[in-house]
């Protein structure tokens, strides 16, 4: 599978990978359901995987990667990149290291291999619908939330950090902040929508933009810069 060499990143990335959401239907458990899926989509050749704290799939996801290593159908965990992201309750400084250690236990492993910020903000209360309440949303500590980031690649608990959801304009607030830019940037892609002329123009530093598919739920890569923006 072709991969992608990112800056300020340890490991290349797959060029496709597959989301995941734990999801249920009637008469199935769906944390085995999704692990006995993720499981096929390591024999089937998907290298690439992400997760989050809201997605619920940390724990099917580690448990598959363990399974697959079991069966041979990767020789180890090395042969896999895992995507997962800091979640808006864990955006302050003082927690994002042990959200992201927490995350690894969760998965089963010693190292994630690209961690996100998930949104440019941050909620005080546990989210229990939405949209949601707009008393509980605030603005991002970028500096310092970043800080925190930077802290986690430092301790080698993964391999890269990234921002996912950010606009031009945030992306070019934590740029003028970080000490680590970010490889990556995830961001929705509809077929009526699209950000991605907003997050090129005028975009002069190199990193990823890393589109989501929402209707078919896979991800996939391609490079940002001057290059693809046709500057």
Same mark, same amino acid.
């Given at each position: 599978?072709?991969?992608?060499?990112?800056?300020?990143?340890?490991?290349?990335?797959?060029?496709?990978?597959?989301?995941?959401?734990? @999801?249920?239907?009637?008469?199935? #458990?769906?944390?085995?359901?999704?692990?006995?899926?993720?499981?096929?989509?390591?024999?089937?050749?998907?290298?690439? +995987?992400?997760?989050?704290?809201?997605?619920?799939?940390?724990?099917?996801?580690?448990?598959?990667?363990?399974?697959?290593?079991?069966?041979?159908?990767?020789?180890?965990?090395?042969?896999?990149?895992?995507?997962?992201?800091?979640?808006?309750?864990?955006?302050?400084? #003082?927690?994002?290291?042990?959200?992201?250690?927490?995350?690894?236990?969760?998965?089963?492993?010693?190292?994630? #291999?690209?961690?996100?910020?998930?949104?440019?903000?941050?909620?005080?209360?546990?989210?229990?619908?939405?949209?949601?309440?707009?008393?509980?949303?605030?603005?991002? #500590?970028?500096?310092?939330?970043?800080?925190?980031?930077?802290?986690?690649?430092?301790?080698?608990?993964?391999?890269?950090?990234?921002? @996912?959801? +950010?606009?031009?304009?945030?992306?070019?607030?934590?740029?003028?902040?970080?000490?680590?830019?970010?490889?990556?940037?995830?961001?929705?892609? +509809?077929?009526?929508?699209?950000?991605?002329?907003?997050?090129?123009?005028? @975009?002069?530093?190199?990193?990823?933009?890393?589109?989501?598919?929402?209707?078919?739920?896979?991800?996939?890569?391609?490079?940002?810069?001057?290059? +693809?923006?046709?500057?």
């Amino acid at each position: 599978m072709q991969q992608v060499t990112l800056k300020n990143c340890d490991k290349p990335m797959p060029a496709i990978g597959m989301g995941t959401v734990l @999801s249920s239907r009637p008469g199935a #458990d769906p944390s085995e359901t999704m692990k006995s899926t993720l499981l096929e989509a390591i024999k089937a050749g998907y290298r690439h +995987f992400d997760t989050t704290f809201i997605y619920q799939s940390k724990k099917p996801l580690g448990g598959a990667i363990v399974e697959a290593i079991h069966l041979g159908f990767v020789k180890s965990r090395d042969e896999l990149f895992i995507t997962t992201k800091l979640w808006c309750t864990f955006a302050q400084r #003082d927690q994002i290291v042990g959200a992201c250690k927490l995350s690894l236990r969760e998965l089963q492993l010693e190292y994630v #291999d690209m961690y996100l910020i998930h949104h440019p903000l941050r909620v005080s209360e546990t989210i229990q619908k939405f949209p949601v309440p707009k008393e509980i949303i605030h603005p991002l #500590d970028i500096k310092g939330v970043w800080e925190g980031m930077e802290e986690c690649k430092n301790l080698g608990l993964t391999k890269g950090i990234g921002v @996912s959801n +950010f606009s031009r304009k945030k992306l070019e607030e934590l740029l003028s902040v970080t000490k680590i830019p970010p490889a990556v940037n995830q961001s929705n892609t +509809f077929t009526v929508l699209t950000v991605e002329d907003e997050l090129c123009k005028g @975009s002069k530093n190199q990193f990823l933009i890393h589109r989501f598919i929402c209707i078919i739920r896979i991800h996939y890569r391609s490079e940002l810069g001057a290059e +693809f923006c046709g500057e």
